[in-house]
């Protein structure tokens, strides 16, 4: 019952410090995935799903979910998750056994159950593994040799071969879309068997004498699958051979931070193995009495789960914690072709600042911040003399320290963007655009394109439209139809090796597009995409950097120290640019620089990272400025109805208001309560109608 308990010791174990968690079951635990170290599920015996937020007691939380049970499965039968895996924090999916499979997903709020495309039988079946590389493309294996694939939208059986159908599927791993691979048994209960999608059909590529359990791997190159009785497979692209284990003990599942890192679980009480890149060997906690299911892991930070609710966390101790983006502009300077600098741009006064040596040999070509947590990325071109190429890096936001994630498994990055929910995209150069595993490095291709570009960033409130650079070229590529087309012909002001889109107001009030030019020293160039002008005068900084090759903002950490709820409710807090509608949206300007985003989420306030521009169309309104509140003449009804669906008000009060198209409406900020409201002088002399609106988001 060592779960049910806080157990106050650690030890050391191999290169990880481990200490026993609390996870509040007593039930033997399968599975275990996570998005960040403060995001964890964990799930197994009679559906249970725990969930760790980070906290410093090490207490995982019960998660219910709906139903309790399939809803097809009889009360006499006993039932388990098997496995779980997700795209992000609010996109989570665990399989297990039911009369016809059982899949249940979690959005961020709460866990429903999902429809399989099997019919319910009376032994019923189990799905044991799941892996996917987006939210619209997740694989599933289980009992029968099932294989089931997501889109997105629908569940659907994947063609799979008559022969395959005695088999039971363990685990399936994947180093993109077209490169998946699933183990099991082959049907006769003693041998194995390893299954290759290649994007169009499942091949058996493999048989062995031993059952297979896990898969995982690091790239198409560097595949592990491991089973019974020691059993240790491993793929380099062309063939499978056999590796010495060291062990006699069935091994389950496995997670590694690179390729020279590997952790496997064993079925045997306290036991795991570790590869170094060259040999396996395996290590004993001899007072350790469970039997370990499933491992998973980000950077120094391991979680293993099994029997009776044990949960182990090891950390390495040689990896030291990283720290977050400030709110100043981060860039890199490419020197002499292939040494690296990273310096900082104060949002203040402009001023530059060196950050941390230069990296000589490393080639660093791209930066990136991400949305929430604020931390830094980095990734490596091919002209590399020390280093690695297509690698990934985290930066250490104080020191400028670079830290090794992991191969991308492509050979030159030229930019990376971050989209709002935190998927890392980056443009391999003759290969197109991919993501990247944060924890891992490893890069999937999602859009196929030989296009030259070597800046890359993406519209914050609009996850899939993206600006690239080549040359003096301007691109904009659509990611719901997947086009890319030259929007600015020699637009830019010289060759563009960086991009970004800065959020509005933090530096110019219009400031869209921020580059940095090849061979000119570098400035605070505003671009608008839409008029392909510069937006005003070019900032003029004392700086020697005349190559810059990544530019990156924390918008978290900005919105945080600029935007918060007692800096926007002082007195003196006045409207200074224009406000403008359109349908869903209201933007506004304030004169702190910030821009907010008053969105049908009643979220407030978001920031943004578009222009300010107002569109064309009927959706202009003039305004008055004056201390926190706004007054908006609405000058026809198609106005009201876009004001009115931004603050998502009821079709009542939509219906009502519709009629004083022309009149002045006033949103009121009240300090105390924090709340938006709004007021109308409504014609002929009816009293002014006066409506709640929605609670300010606070910390």
Known sequence: MMGMMAMERSFAWGDYTWTEMTSNTSGDLEGVWGSSASDIFAVGEDGVIVHYDGNPEGEWENMPISPSRPNSLPQNYKWRFFDIWGSSPTNVFAVGYGLGGAIYHYDGDSWTEMKTPFQPTNRGMSFDGIWGNSATNVFVVGSGGAILHYNGETWSKMSNKSSYRFHHLNGVWGSSANDVFAVGNNGNGTGGTILHYDGSEWKEQKTTTEYLRGVWGTSSNNVFAFGRRGTILHYDGEKWTEQSSGTSGHLLNAWGSSEDNV?????????????????????????????????????????????????????????????????????????????????????????????????????????????????????????????????????????????????????????????PDGTLYAWAKGEGLITIDL???????????????????????????????????????????????????????????????????????????LVGTHNVPFGLHAFDAQTCQVIEADETLSNQYNDVEGIAVPVAACSSTSSSCAALAQEDLQVFEAIFMEPFVLYMAIRSMVVVDYDITGEWPIPLST???????????????????????????????????????????????????????????????????????????????HLDLFPMKCD
């Open 263 to 419: 952790l496997a679980v064993l079925s045997s009480s306290g036991q795991m193995s570790h590869y170094n890149g060259s040999h396996w060997k395996t290590r004993w906690k001899s007072d350790f009495n469970e039997i370990f299911e499933d491992i998973w892991g980000v950077r120094g930070d391991v979680f293993v789960v099994g029997w009776s609710g044990t949960i182990l966390h090891g950390h390495d101790d040689s990896i030291v914690n990283v720290a977050q983006a400030s709110c100043q502009l981060y860039a890199v300077h490419d020197e002499k072709r292939n040494d690296s600098q990273f310096f900082t741009v104060s949002l203040d006064d402009l001023t530059v600042s060196e950050l941390g040596p230069m990296y000589k040999g490393h080639d660093i070509e791209s930066l990136a911040i991400h949305p929430e947590t604020n931390m830094i990325y980095a990734a490596s071109g091919d002209d590399v003399t020390n280093g690695k190429p297509g690698h990934f890096y985290r930066v250490d936001g104080e020191t400028g320290e670079l830290i090794p994630v992991g191969s991308t498994g492509f050979n030159e990055i030229e930019d990376l963007a971050f989209s």
């Open 439 to 513: 924890a891992t490095g490893k890069g999937t291709l999602v859009f196929p394109d030989k296009t030259p570009i070597e800046g890359l960033t993406l519209k914050k409130n609009e996850g899939n439209v993206f600006f690239g650079a080549v040359g003096t070229d301007l691109l904009r590529y659509d990611g719901a139809t997947d086009t890319l087309e030259v929007i600015c012909p020699n637009g830019l002001l010289g060759e563009t090796e960086a991009l970004e889109i800065m959020p509005d107001g933090l530096l110019k009030p219009d400031g869209q597009l």
């Open 611 to 689: 222009s300010i521009t107002p569109p064309t169309g009927n959706y202009t309104a003039g305004f008055v400025s004056g201390p926190l509140h706004l007054e908006a003449t609405m000058r026809s009804q198609a106005e009201l109805e876009a004001a009115l669906a931004a603050f998502n008000l009821d079709k009542a009060n939509k219906a009502c208001l519709a009629e004083v198209a022309g009149k002045v409406i006033r949103f009121n900020f009240n300090p105390s309560t924090r709340i938006w409201s709004c007021s109308v002088n409504l014609p002929n002399g009816v009293p002014p109608q």
